[in-house]
């Protein structure tokens, strides 16, 4: 199947999205701010964790990653605090939860073996040469970052800015790279990420579909809204399998792990409820991450489980609000300004902007994105005044010419 990877490659921030068949089917957001799945680093044994047969190991991140001892090389082998350690990363930090390591290092899928083994070669000699935390592989940039969470590789890649071609080339050899700007692209980017951090998604002539991610799990439920007409049952099926494909899209751009219960329209007949399960594992055979139905409890819900690898989008991009829903985190919306900001800035070139924003969104483009607002400074040799209103909700902004 035809696969492409659209990139917008902005200061600070890439988004990109990978497609089949024209679809969107993953969705990615790089800020060179974490230690992603796949990624290579030299650390030290920073505390030993007796009680869970593992160590905490100190990759240079907020926290340190977790090392069980069931994957250490040899196998089980004893640990000691303050021991170098080379580990790769299974999980990527989410939920609170550390990273999960693992000794035993994986290079890429599909990577010719005389090329793995100079790669090999050269990790193990700059750890040599290293004092830990140190990142060994890939190099710290976004599209090695990138490179390493896809599962699939492309046949095509897009990318909305030309200065980025040469980052990806050398992240992904060999591999078509198109400098097309993304107002050419067959969807909207804006509004695929949106889709996918809504709670609620609807399915077309057939109810809609909410989502609520929490520690435990993620809960997701199916309403099939007030049909004028058609009994109860075949109301429920015709939802249910209407459902069951857009459930199992949203899983996979929303990027969400560990267990899942699906609360489908009830339906009494074994029959039936046999039917739902499998459309819905149809409609997840072709996920990559593997996801595997357990089946239907008393209640009524459909188990499955997915394996947790890289972080969910809502939780790159969102942060709780007290006692309500997910809001966009400061940072999210800084870049999401300056994204507007290079629209206008394209449409009416020459010109000096003022931004007016709410005070927490003023502080991280002084902090977090600070490097993103001076490279977009430089790219349109254009001093961006900013300035806080406290009046401003987060999620308000103001882009106005000076």
Sequence with gaps: MHRELLIAAGPGEWRAALLEAGVPIELYVERGDRQEAGSIHLGHVRRLLPGLAAALVDIGGERPAFLPRSETVPRGRPLHVGERVIVQIRREAQGGKAARATERVRLLAGEPAEEAELRRRDILDRAAHLEPPARLDPAPSFAAALRGALLAMPDRILV????????????????AVEHVPEAEWTIDLDDVFAGALSQTVAVPAAGSVHFEATRAGVLIDVDSGTPETGSPERTGIETNLAAAATIARQIRLRNLGGGIVVDFVGLDRRALRDK????????????LEGPQILGWTRLGHLELVRPRRGRPLAEALLE?????????????????VLRALRRETRAQPGRQWHLIVAPEVAASMAGDAALAVQETERRFARKIVIEANPDFDRERFQIAPL
């Design 160 to 175: 909305d800015d030309p200065g980025a071609i040469p980052e990806i080339r050398a992240a992904f050899p060999g591999f």
């Design 320 to 336: 709780p609000r007290a006692g309500g829903a997910r809001i966009k985190t400061a940072l999210t919306m800084a870049h999401e």
């Design 276 to 287: 739902v399960r499998a459309a819905l594992a149809e409609a997840l055979a072709s996920d």
